[in-house]
């Protein structure tokens, strides 16, 4: 299994971004689908999720309204899209590729695969 994620960069608050990330290797439907992030010095927390089938999606109180994520089944793909960026957006993004219990979707750890991450810094 592989995940490749890219898009990350710098960018001016108020800014946006879309982050892709390419995955091969899994039965893609078959999976849920989530991005991650870790911030210097910061656990990694949870962003925003597709359920097994992408029929549900999940974001995180931090991201509500600003960051959208999509997938595309028949490319194998997920992303991400961010606007209004702030300051404590500044993280390594990840994607993330597992087949989690839906109450526990938000839990890193129900995630078997990872992508390398993709840095995303927002100057303020």
């Known amino acids: 299994v592989q995940l490749q994620a890219s898009g990350g960069g710098l960018v001016q608050a108020g800014g946006s971004l879309r982050l892709s990330c390419a995955a091969s290797?899994?039965?893609?439907?078959?999976?849920?689908m989530a991005w991650f992030r870790q911030a210097p010095g910061k656990e990694r927390e949870f962003v925003a999720a597709?359920?097994?089938?992408?029929?549900?999606?999940y974001y995180s109180d931090s991201v509500k309204g600003r960051f959208t994520i999509s997938r595309d089944n028949a490319e194998n793909a997920v992303y991400l899209q961010m606007s209004s960026l702030k300051a404590d957006d500044t993280a390594v993004y990840y994607c993330?590729?597992?087949?989690?219990?839906?109450?526990?979707?938000?839990?890193?750890?129900?995630?078997?695969?990872w992508g390398q991450g993709t840095q995303v810094t927002v100057s303020s």
């Open positions: 597709f359920s097994r089938g992408g029929g549900n999606t």
């Open positions: 290797g899994l039965t893609f439907r078959g999976h849920a």
């Open positions: 993330a590729a597992g087949r989690p219990i839906t109450s526990a979707i938000m839990t890193s750890n129900q995630y078997a695969y």
